[in-house]
């Protein structure tokens, strides 16, 4: 009995031996764990910083904004490393290390943006930084639910699965110890103890990372049909937690009819597809009455059938985000500083209303396009906050007094269109009439009375017309026609301005062809001394002889080459040939007082590289520049847009003669002329043929004449044809003329026979 008694403690001790090394490989197993939880606080630290870190961004505060990402970061590198910290072996499930590597890209994006956003240079406006980073931001946010997700399913899982087992181990020895003596399974019992604080602990941890989640957290068991909501949930949505009853209505009926049906379709998918997870987008009823968006995640458990058990998720309220969205939704769609349609929705209702004009043949409409004058000065002025006032206070009118049904955009600047509808277009036009009476009248704005009138291009509706580019390209080129007509005008499009756009855009096309030039010739025409009929110089033309379309005159093609940027290849080649012309004069006929004024564009002035090679020329011709007159209009000196007034003190101080060409045709006064560096004042034409036929001109001519003399300013009458104006000039004591009265624009060979001419005694001198 006793050997049977001993083999029955040995067999006990043996297998008491066994169940207390069972339990320490369970110890250790869920002490390798225990990091589990400290991920998932972490995580859920870091989704708070990270949501705090978009809210900042919109609200604009830079300073806040520093310190949250600084935190961020370094909570985003505990998470990442949080089990090397821990002195823990590193997370082993697959799918938790790929979330954890495409983490980090997204935190190098949101970084990216938030420095960006923060720099005061970078490549980036605010704006764009501020949607690089709530376009990542939610994409993190996502991938951290689903780390803590994971975390906290691996988790309970493996907490289940030992304490079962341990659970049966503890029986086992707590029956070995009713077997055997207390005293020698003490050490098991207090063992056994020290295991079910670490699970009580557990449990704990996990209870307060799911209370300090900002999202609500639910678990539906599909077997029992109950379903568990967080009290977060019931704060997010204004009530109490003891509204829910632990069954599936807690969260279904909640859910807005709208959003409803489609919640329960995904939801029937995911737990008939294993390979399917739910994420969907609901909207739930507040308590208030409002509604409020969520971003709904789950992840089911399956039984060895693969039948679905159990759904585990979160409810992230994105309330925020979506109203964000709606707001960069509508700043796609409208002008920020008006509030007017923007370029794109403007044409996309321009393209409604001609898809609709089948439908209906009674309404009739047009677009109309509006540029308003002298918002440059204004802004230069009175700076850009009176100017952005103007344009607030232009789509206020706009808005106050056109038809209800008009639309009204601001494509940019001063630059605004309108989609006008009505029974007619009579009635259309009188509604651009009015228009314009109430767009003259002045602005008060900020201490300041502004006057700034439009010039309006209307097109009306035609078959032809299939696209909204073809109505604002149309309207575009007939707003240019209004301008062109003077301020505050009208033109309805036409179809002659549209070939007189095409030519233009034919003449542009060849003047911007690098051999253009080939087809041009440099013309010379004679300056005269009106003292003694001596012949003091020539100014350089150019000629187009183009060919197909011919000689193109300088009126036509000039504008082009100046608004298209030809006008710098043009010009440069014109003073090349000017200067080897009077180089060959010079060495041929000795004319070394011979002058040559060549015409200059603005666009010349401003334009570094042209400044630095009459600099050039000028050092290393230092005699013959001061034979060079280089002429430039009267509109481009006193243009408003940029002053180039210092650059031509700067071109005169190398020895150039300066002259104003087409005097009397710009803005500026008598009065102004000595604060511009010039040295002779050409009178424009139209002064010189008005003076047979009425008396004013005259009048002006000879105040031109004496001021000009009082300001040591030499003077050159332009366009004389008759000898009728050359006895009027010659009595105002005018000192220089050309026209066609002396010679008409001449080509090297027939300029270089005028030049033998005039050196010849024989000929006959113009009377003094």
């Not at 807690?250 to 390979?275: C, H, M, W």
């Not at 396009?369 to 706009?398: E, M, Q, T």
């Not at 230092?622 to 002053?643: N, W």
């Amino acid at each position: 009995m006793r050997h049977i008694r001993k083999w029955y403690i040995i067999g006990l001790t043996c297998i008491a031996l066994l169940t207390v090394t069972g339990q320490g490989i369970i110890h250790g197993m869920i002490t390798s764990d225990s990091g589990r939880s400290h991920v998932i606080n972490l995580a859920g630290r870091q989704r708070m910083l990270s949501q705090m870190l978009a809210k900042q961004v919109l609200a604009g505060e830079d300073h806040a904004l520093r310190v949250t990402l600084d935190t961020w970061t370094e909570a985003h590198d505990g998470l990442i490393h949080g089990s090397e910290s821990l002195g823990l072996p590193p997370t082993r499930e697959p799918h938790i290390r790929d979330m954890y590597t495409r983490l980090d890209p997204l935190l190098l994006a949101i970084q990216q943006a938030a420095e960006d956003y923060l720099s005061p240079i970078n490549d980036l406006s605010k704006e764009q930084a501020q949607n690089k980073i709530l376009q990542a931001e939610p994409l993190y946010l996502e991938l951290m639910n689903k780390i803590v997700f994971a975390k906290s399913e691996v988790g309970q899982q493996r907490t289940a699965t030992l304490k079962n087992i341990e659970l049966f181990l503890g029986a086992i020895t707590l029956l070995i110890l009713l077997l055997e003596a207390l005293l020698i399974f003490e050490p098991l019992v207090r063992q056994l103890k020290r295991n079910w604080v670490v699970l009580e602990d557990k449990e704990k941890r996990f209870r307060l990372a799911v209370a300090g989640s900002k999202d609500a957290i639910w678990d539906w068991d599909l077997d029992k049909n109950q379903l568990y909501m967080s009290p977060r949930l019931a704060e997010l949505l204004g009530e109490s937690p003891d509204a829910f009853q632990g069954v599936p209505d807690d969260l279904t009926k909640r859910i807005s009819s709208q959003y409803l049906p489609g919640f329960q379709s995904e939801l029937t998918q995911v737990l008939a597809d294993p390979n399917l997870s739910l994420e969907t987008e609901i909207v739930l009823n507040h308590a208030d009455g409002s509604q409020r968006w969520f971003l709904c995640r789950a992840a089911e458990d399956r039984d060895e059938q693969g039948r679905a058990t159990r759904l585990v998720g979160s409810l992230a309220d994105i309330t925020s985000f979506k109203r964000t969205q709606e707001r960069l939704k509508r700043l796609a769609e409208l002008d920020e500083l008006t509030g007017l349609a923007n370029r794109k929705s403007f044409t996309d209702a321009v393209e409604l209303t001609i898809a609709r004009r089948a439908s209906s043949p009674d309404t009739s409409f047009a677009v109309a396009f509006l540029d308003f004058d002298r918002f440059k000065l204004i802004n230069d002025s009175l700076g850009h906050a009176v100017g952005d006032a103007l344009h607030i206070s232009i789509a206020d009118r706009l808005h106050d007094s056109l038809p209800n049904n008009t639309m009204t955009a601001r494509f940019g600047g001063d630059e605004f269109a309108l989609l006008l509808t009505a029974d007619s277009i009579d009635t259309i036009k009188n509604t651009i009439n009015e228009l314009m009476k109430t767009m003259s009248a002045p602005h008060n704005l900020k201490g300041h009375t502004i006057v700034s009138t439009a010039s309006i291009g209307l097109v009306l509706d035609d078959a032809r017309y299939q696209t909204a580019g073809d109505m604002l390209r149309d309207a575009d080129t007939a707003m240019y026609e209004a301008k062109a007509a003077g301020r505050a005008q009208t033109a309805v499009f036409d179809t002659r301005m549209h070939e007189q756009a095409v030519a233009r855009q034919d003449i542009e096309r060849d003047l911007l062809d690098p051999e253009v030039t080939s087809q041009m010739q440099v013309a010379y025409q004679p300056v005269i001394s009106l003292v003694d009929g001596s012949i003091k110089g020539f100014e350089s033309l150019v000629r187009w002889h183009h060919p197909q379309r011919g000689i193109i005159s300088p009126a036509e093609f000039i504008p082009i080459a100046e608004e298209s940027g030809a006008i710098l290849s043009i010009g440069t080649w014109v003073f090349e040939q000017t200067l080897r012309q009077l180089s060959i004069w010079d060495n041929s006929l000795g004319t070394q007082s011979l002058t040559i004024a060549i015409n200059l564009s603005r666009k010349q002035v401003l334009r570094n590289e042209f400044v630095r090679f009459l600099a050039n020329y000028a050092e290393a011709n230092p005699e013959r520049v001061k034979r060079i007159t280089l002429e430039i209009t009267e509109t481009a000196i006193i243009d408003e847009r940029v002053d180039i007034v210092p650059t031509l003190k700067r071109i005169r101080s190398m020895g150039y003669q300066l002259a104003m060409d087409d005097f009397g045709t710009g803005y500026s006064s008598l009065s102004c002329l000595n604060k511009y560096p010039i040295d002779t004042l050409k009178i424009d034409r139209s002064f010189i043929m008005g003076m047979e036929s009425q008396r004013e001109f005259t009048a002006v001519v000879s105040a031109i004449v004496s001021l000009a003399h009082a300001l040591n300013l030499e003077l050159v009458a332009e366009g004389v044809e008759s000898d009728s104006q050359l006895a009027q000039l010659q009595a105002m004591d005018c000192d220089h003329a050309q026209g066609y009265l002396f010679s008409k624009p001449l080509t090297n060979a027939e300029a270089t026979d005028y030049l033998n001419q005039k050196n010849n005694p024989g000929q006959t001198q113009v009377a003094a």
